[in-house]
């Protein structure tokens, strides 16, 4: 197992007892901390399994912005109305800045070509 996948656990555990102090303390009591953390991990998982392409570029990303959003709407600063669009603009923009030539094309992609082409 490499050092970077033997990190996860230790990581995860440090990141959900934070929360859950935060919780505790009255610091942050009205985040749900099993979604937002949830949609974090699964951001960072997408470019630790993916690695950086197009595609985990764009998911990663939105997955780590929408964690960040969810924890702006459960603390009052933004409603939910204000929310959504925000993420659809992100959504947009993230595909945009994919297409830099900077960033590569999920491998994937290249498999499926034709011989042809």
């Known amino acids: 197992m490499s050092a970077n996948k033997s990190l996860m656990v230790p990581l995860l ?8 102090l935060l919780t505790t303390l009255g610091f ?8 937002t953390l949830g949609i974090a991990i699964a951001g ?16 990663g990303a939105f ?8 924890i702006l709407r ?9 929310e959504v669009p925000i993420l659809v603009i992100v959504a947009g ?17 290249d498999a499926m070509k034709s011989p042809s082409e």
């Open 13 to 20: 555990l440090i990141t959900m007892g934070t929360g859950w």
């Open 28 to 35: 942050a009591p009205d985040i749900d901390w099993i979604w």
């Open 44 to 59: 960072i998982l997408t470019f630790v399994v993916g690695g950086l392409d197009k595609v985990t570029f764009v998911v």
């Open 63 to 70: 997955l780590l912005i929408t964690s960040f959003l969810s």
């Open 74 to 82: 459960q603390t009052g600063r933004i409603e939910f109305n204000v």
């Open 93 to 109: 923009v993230l595909q945009l800045i994919a297409r830099n030539p900077a960033i590569p094309a999920p491998r994937w992609l």
